[in-house]
């Protein structure tokens, strides 16, 4: 399987901590992407990472990447109950930016 | 309105039967891919299309096919349903050009008796 790797697979935080998820992939990437996962519902795009790129920031959200490792990591800073979701990398091939490899994803609970 | 739906949203049939799901878009992009989804696990490439007339295998095409009758829809047809094929299916789109981010269907959640 071409998949990437979540680590952890779940991860439970009491509302106000950070939560950092991290993905490893195994291809050469034009960039990396994270998505989320409402329970049973469509995947909605979180932020992209380019393969130049060594960290980036939206709102609550930093992603980290690391090209020699063929890795990267999610901080969610300062978790709402709302962020209870999973959350999934998802990997652009160099060659077929438009073909995303997917990981297994992380499992994010806050509880209130 | 949903910028990418997908119907029916549940469904349930029997082994040997013939089945087809639809995709359809209002987002104008051009490229769209149909995903299943395991418990557990990550989304899986079954078929991608860059255009209509234009069909590509992902990497679990077998025991699928796929129609891409215009540019704002794509349909996945499972030929003869077996119960492995029970899963959540999701369509989705990307623009070329726009670094490949791709916009998604809610699912269509199917069981295979």
């Known amino acids: 399987s071409q998949q990437g790797e979540e680590d952890p697979q779940a991860l439970s935080i009491q509302e106000g901590e950070n939560a950092t998820m991290n993905c490893s992939y195994k291809?050469?990437?034009?960039?990396l992407q994270w998505y989320r996962q409402n329970s049973g519902r469509g995947l909605v795009h979180l932020i992209l990472i380019r393969s130049n790129e060594r960290e980036k920031h939206s709102g609550r959200l930093r992603v980290t990447l690391d090209t020699s490792k063929k890795s990267s990591s999610l901080l969610i800073t300062a978790s709402r109950a709302a962020d209870t979701a999973s959350y999934f990398c998802?990997?652009?091939?160099?060659?077929?930016?438009?073909?995303?490899?997917f990981g297994s994803g992380t499992r994010l609970l806050v509880r209130p | 309105d949903a910028d990418v739906t997908q119907t029916p949203r549940n469904r349930i049939t029997k082994t040997g039967k013939r089945i087809m799901l639809e995709c359809s878009q209002t987002?104008?992009?051009?490229?769209m891919y149909w995903y299943r989804q395991d418990p557990g696990l990550g989304l899986r490439l079954i078929y991608y299309?860059?255009?209509?007339?234009?069909?590509n295998k992902g990497e679990i095409s077998d025991g699928y096919s796929v129609s891409r009758q215009a540019q704002a829809k794509f349909s996945l047809s499972l030929e003869s349903a077996i119960p492995n094929q029970t899963a959540l299916y999701f369509c989705?789109?990307?623009?070329?050009?726009?670094?490949?981010?791709?916009?998604f269907g809610p699912g269509t959640r199917l069981l295979v008796l």
């Open positions: 998802a990997a652009a091939g160099a060659d077929s930016s438009y073909k995303l490899i």
């Open positions: 291809t050469s990437i034009n960039n």
């Open positions: 989705a789109t990307s623009k070329r050009g726009m670094e490949e981010t791709q916009y």
């Open positions: 299309s860059f255009d209509v007339k234009d069909i």
């Open positions: 987002k104008g992009h051009d490229r």
